[in-house]
């Protein structure tokens, strides 16, 4: 087969947005991705989502044991399918702060403040833009999320229409990625109606073991097939979208990374990298869960079970919110030890500003292992803190306005036992922190020795290696990762299309 103009490697969010990208500028694709079609009737259903995990489209990642959490290993859900982690999430479409952006390009980052990315945003949705092809809708309220939403005003917090304007603090509705009621991932808006396209090659089923490097320049990927076949496939540009998880891990067995690290496994040292799998940043929720004397009805099909969330700064010095409690019409059990009513719902606490850093390391070199994946959750006390008051908040909304007047809302976990004092509410938070699947930063972006990639997405230590996901963002985002995700990819495919079309190699239709 010809040789493509670029090789995707990831059909995930920012995979799936660069290919459509590319293939409407004239270029040629192929596209690999480990998991499968999305064949799975839960995936469309926002009502079915906690169906996905553990099951087949989730590689079903634990981390390394939490020492600051009892030594408790926590579910990673990452998508193996087309469209990735985009087809287990709760479709959350946050922007993030416009602070965050101007933190990335103070830090060396330029073009990457808010002023020069947030047109990117718009250029992603519908409701904006011609070229937009992401939906975003607010859902309908069930009357259980109508109760959490009046609940929280009557606590104090502010009604915020619009969290995306700007100004995140406040209760808000959803913004969810909802087309005819069903998940709309980009590989549903941006990839679905290209799939026959003539200049796509898209390889399903196929892990990628490692990048082909010669002479410093990446010129293509090894990869396992369906059928186990070891093949190569080359291109003129390789762009690496496998996530926080996969895009460090390929780099790694690619012996790109810390050379002390590689020579433990036995991999050839291409290129020493310190900043591989280093600096991964996630947010955090713990649940607080609630019964109710008046039965909630379950969800109906696809009727999303999260449909509200509000921002708030645990110390009202801060620059930005550093929660973002997330609320379900269900009550949302984590493991067998957690025991409650079968009717009631969740008010998640919500830790998005994290100080604890942490990081992604080989097990072996198999491309089917399970990554060492390691949060040093808790290692900066702030974080801990932060937690706790988003925690004694939840219980407090819980307890107040229609939540308790009309629907006799009582405390189930941590429960009536547990007194409000920090010390027994940081035990709560121990016990049952779980992540909130926002991985980020492992492949970061900057200027510094320990960066990844420049500014411009271009790997620092090879040529011909261009790098577009979660894991190139120097610090996580305020709010789900999403959408930033998306942002940074449509920032890929226009860097490489200027760069490409400029100089064409293959013919254009």
Known sequence: ???????????????????????????????????????????????????????????????????????????????????????????????????DYDQWAAAGNTGWDWESVSPLFKRIESAQSPEG??????????????????????????????????????????????????????????????????????????????????????RGVRIIDADGRRRELHAGLVVLSGGAIGSPTILLRSGIGPADELRQHGIDVVADVPGVGKNLQDHFLVPVIFGTDRPIDPPLPFQPVTQTQWFWKSDPTLPVPDTQPINFSVPFYYDDGMTGPASGFTLHAGLIRPHSIG????????????????????????????????VRQCREVGRQGPLADEWGAYEALPGPDA??????????????????????????????????????????????????????????????????????????AELITAGLTSNPRSTKE
């Open 359 to 390: 990081s992604v390391t080989l097990r072996d070199t198999d491309p089917a292992s399970e990554p060492i994946i390691d949060f040093n959750l808790f290692d900066d006390e702030r974080d801990l803190r932060a937690l706790v008051r988003s």
């Open 133 to 218: 092809l992401i939906d975003t809708v607010e859902p309908d309220l069930s009357p259980i999320q109508q109760a959490i939403l009046d609940s929280a005003v009557a606590h104090g917090l502010p009604l915020n229409s619009d969290y995306n304007s700007g100004d995140q603090e406040g209760v808000s509705r959803m913004k969810l990625n909802l087309r005819d009621g069903q998940r709309l991932s980009t590989w549903a808006a941006y990839m679905r109606p290209v799939i026959d396209h003539a200049r796509l090659t898209l390889e399903t089923d196929a892990l990628v073991h490692s990048l082909i490097v010669s002479d410093g320049t990446v």
């Open 419 to 492: 007194d409000d004092s920090d010390e027994a509410l940081a035990a709560w938070v121990r016990r049952a922190v779980n992540t909130y699947h926002h991985q980020a930063g492992t492949c970061r972006m900057g200027t510094d020795a320990e960066a990844v990639v420049s500014p411009g997405l271009r790997a620092i230590a090879v040529e011909n290696l261009m790098i577009a996901d979660a894991s190139v963002m120097p610090s996580v985002t305020t709010g789900n990762t999403n959408a930033p995700t998306a942002m940074i990819a449509e920032r890929a």
């Open 1 to 99: 087969m010809p040789t493509p103009d670029v090789l995707v490697l990831g059909a995930g969010t920012a995979g799936s947005i660069i290919t459509r990208r590319l293939l409407d500028a004239g270029l040629t694709v192929t596209l690999v991705e480990a998991g499968g079609a999305d064949t799975n009737p839960a995936i469309h259903d926002m009502s079915r989502v906690g169906e996905l995990w553990l099951g087949p489209e989730d590689w079903g990642y634990f981390s390394a044991p939490q020492r600051n959490a009892m030594d408790r290993r926590l579910h990673i859900p990452r998508g193996k399918v087309v469209g990735g982690s985009n087809q287990l999430n709760g479709t959350i479409w946050v922007h993030g702060s416009p602070w």
